[in-house]
């Protein structure tokens, strides 16, 4: 008989507690695809620093800024010509 009882009892104890697990292991499932796509926006943040870091040591050389001003800016030095080769 007291068998029985402990039986029931935990029955209804787990009846109550099971949703409240689930509910829980959901909330895990879903923190962890934040903390994975957080983790994608991080390596992506950390490359773009490497890619502006690179770019601002290329400013340092006179060569590129030249370059980098003809380029863009479409400038040139006093008596330059610029010349456009047009293709068909």
Same mark, same amino acid.
């Given at each position: ?31 962890? *695809? ?15 620093? !490497? ?24 400038? !040139?030095?006093? *008596? ?9």
């Amino acid at each position: 008989m007291m068998m029985v009882v402990l039986m029931i009892i935990s029955l209804a104890y787990m009846t109550r507690e099971i949703p409240k697990i689930y509910t829980s292991l959901l909330k895990i499932d879903k923190l962890n *695809g934040e903390l994975n796509s957080i983790k994608l926006k991080k390596q992506s943040l950390k490359d773009e620093i !490497v890619r502006y870091k690179i770019a601002t040591e290329h400013l340092k050389d006179d060569f590129y800024k030249e370059k980098i001003v003809r380029e863009k800016l479409k400038m !040139v030095k006093p *008596g330059e010509k610029i010349y456009k080769v047009l293709v068909k």
